[in-house]
């Protein structure tokens, strides 16, 4: 039995349990409190402080190095994919007592083919020659020139001053003049001088300097048979006429003919040299 002076009135249990109950809320709200500004500090972006700004330095380009210069010179194939069948050179034909000179080179190609300016240059002259029959005439820079012969004529708008850019059409393959067959006779000369266009064909040079103009000057001295497949009509038909070229047929079975001696020059060419007057 619990003595009076120790038992507490109802009215002291309620107050001290309404008081607890006040102090745990409290402490609640202040747990609740702490967690959630936990929280907030670590949801939130830390804040970096703003870096001082640094002065760029100015860059310098780099210049970029100049492109090298296009060359002062370059030739194309006047027949592009085809190739020589008579060279630059000393040469005798059939119909010939000695060898003479072939100035430019022959490309055999079917008549009407298109043909080629090899560079860029300026038409100096169109024509028809008994020997070259006709052709074309083209001046280029340093002093050299290309000619066109046996042609079937002269592309349209080609004529005395007419500027033809490297690959323009300025003819086409013809059989005129004293020629075996339809082919296109080609040569490079400066000033004069023929010389072999083996040496230009396909090339370029930077300078006038790089020119191979004394190598492709130079003449062999091997002789070199040539054969044709047909006589030129002016050799047989000069064959009958007397002062004409003689025909004899010896008992080996070749043929010999002798032929007068005429000075033919090239067209456009200053200076005339001596020549059997046969096939070009």
């Not at 008081?19 to 970096?48: D, F, I, Q």
């Not at 006038?208 to 004394?214: F, R, T, W, Y």
């Not at 091997?222 to 009958?240: C, E, Y």
């Amino acid at each position: 039995m619990i003595s009076k002076s120790l038992a507490v009135p109802p009215q002291h249990l309620r107050v001290a349990f309404f008081t607890m109950l006040g102090v745990a809320a409290m402490a609640g709200a202040l747990n609740g409190a702490v967690a959630l500004g936990e929280w907030v500090s670590r949801a939130a972006p830390t804040s970096e402080p703003t870096p001082a700004a640094v002065k760029a330095e100015p860059q310098v380009e780099e210049e970029a190095e100049p492109a090298p210069p296009p060359p002062a010179f370059q030739f194309d194939a006047p027949l592009p994919g085809r190739v020589i069948n008579s060279p630059f050179g000393l040469r005798q034909l059939p119909w010939e007592e000695n060898g003479r000179l072939h100035q430019g080179v022959d490309i055999a190609a079917p008549g009407g083919a298109a043909v080629k300016v090899a560079a860029d240059g300026v038409v100096k002259a169109t024509g028809v020659s008994p020997t070259y029959g006709r052709y074309v005439l083209v001046m280029h820079k340093g002093g050299l020139t290309t000619m066109y012969a046996h042609l079937a004529g002269a592309a349209k708008g080609v004529k005395r001053g007419a500027y033809l850019h490297r690959g323009d059409t300025v003819a086409f393959v013809g059989n005129s003049g004293r020629s075996t067959g339809s082919h296109l006779h080609f040569e490079i000369r400066k000033g004069d001088k023929p010389l072999n266009p083996s040496f230009f064909l396909g090339r370029s040079f930077a300078e006038a300097n790089d020119l191979p103009i004394k190598a492709a000057g130079k003449v062999s001295r091997k002789v070199r048979l040539a054969t044709v497949s047909k006589w030129p009509d002016s050799v047989a038909k000069a064959g009958k006429t007397a002062g004409g070229v003689k025909v004899a047929r010896l008992k080996n079975g070749r043929v010999r003919a002798t032929i007068p001696v005429v000075a033919i020059q090239a067209p456009g060419a200053a200076s005339t040299a001596s020549s059997t007057g046969s096939s070009v």
